[in-house]
């Protein structure tokens, strides 16, 4: 019941920074594209009020791609690279809205780049060339593409991945102990003999106790074999040790006693289930 509950609480957990986790990057987005727009507008406004124009329309700024923005103008104009490269540049500078931009002049009708430069930080980067060179008047878009901007991620993601590992982890551990507990109860279905609160597999070796197994040595397991086959009765030591040790070579008296012992050891978390010495006789598996 509290892992069920552990791992409800985590998923709410996860959910809720999921949801505000990548909420904020969108709303930062959002806000870097207006604030683009404006500063594209100023930039159309100085540009036609350099030309002594003051009536014409600045058409939508229109956002192309991420970070790409294109300003257009209801009437043709002529531009003086020159006069673009400055107005983009004290607007950026004023706004602090990026040191990394591209300029691309767009012939409308061609689609043909008129004109293009790049500013960057780097010096080598930037580059402004023909700036005497007055484009005669035209049907002009100009696009701006921002070369230092990323996809924004939320300061909190690595917080939503953390939480995303612990969920995992949960269930990775609740699914293999769930799986382990299902074997040992199949396992335990099969040709297994009950011993109190055991269940004993002679072909494997083994015990199992409430799905913990404890691994038996082939030599207790076929003492505790002989035992399980008679319990309650008393088993001569000869008898033992002429079943177990007949063909297996040398024997030595303290073997058995040694055996023994671990047995007691391994069945001691029953108290229903006792290897009792039936001293100068042998040994007797007593189940109560």
């Not at 007055?134 to 070369?147: G, M, R, T």
């Not at 063909?247 to 289930?273: C, H, P, Q, W």
């Amino acid at each position: 019941m509290k892992q069920k509950n552990l791992s409800i609480f985590l998923l709410l957990v996860i959910t809720s920074f999921f949801i505000w986790g990548f909420a904020n990057p969108q709303e930062d987005e959002n806000d870097f594209s207006e604030r683009v727009k404006v500063n594209l507008r100023a930039i159309g406004n100085q540009l036609l009020l350099s030309q002594q124009d003051s009536l014409s329309l600045i058409l939508p700024i229109t956002k192309i791609e991420d970070f790409k923005y294109k300003i257009s103008f209801e009437k043709t104009l002529s531009i003086e690279p020159s006069t673009l490269v400055n107005i983009i540049k004290n607007v950026f500078d004023k706004t602090m809205l990026s040191k990394n931009y591209r300029v691309e002049v767009i012939d409308v009708l061609s689609k043909e780049v008129a004109y293009s430069y790049e500013v960057n930080t780097k010096k080598e980067k930037t580059l402004i060339s023909c700036v005497g060179r007055v484009l005669p008047e035209n049907n002009y878009s100009i696009e701006v593409k921002f070369l230092d901007q990323k996809k924004s991620e939320s300061n909190y993601n690595f917080l939503f991945y953390i939480l995303i590992v612990l969920l995992l982890a949960l269930y990775y551990k609740k699914y293999f102990s769930a799986k382990k507990t299902t074997e040992l109860e199949k396992t335990a279905s099969e040709k297994a003999t009950t011993l109190g609160s055991f269940q004993f597999y002679p072909e494997q070796n083994k015990l199992i106790k409430k799905a913990i197994e404890i691994p038996l040595s082939k030599k207790e397991c076929e003492l505790l074999a002989i035992f399980v086959a008679n319990p309650n009765m008393v088993i001569k030591r000869e008898e033992l040790t002429k079943k177990v040790w007949e063909d297996n070579g040398v024997f030595v008296s303290r073997s058995l006693d040694t055996y023994i012992s671990k047995l007691r050891k391994k069945l001691k978390e029953d108290a229903s289930i006792q290897l009792i010495n039936i001293h100068g006789v042998g040994y007797k598996l007593e189940i109560k």
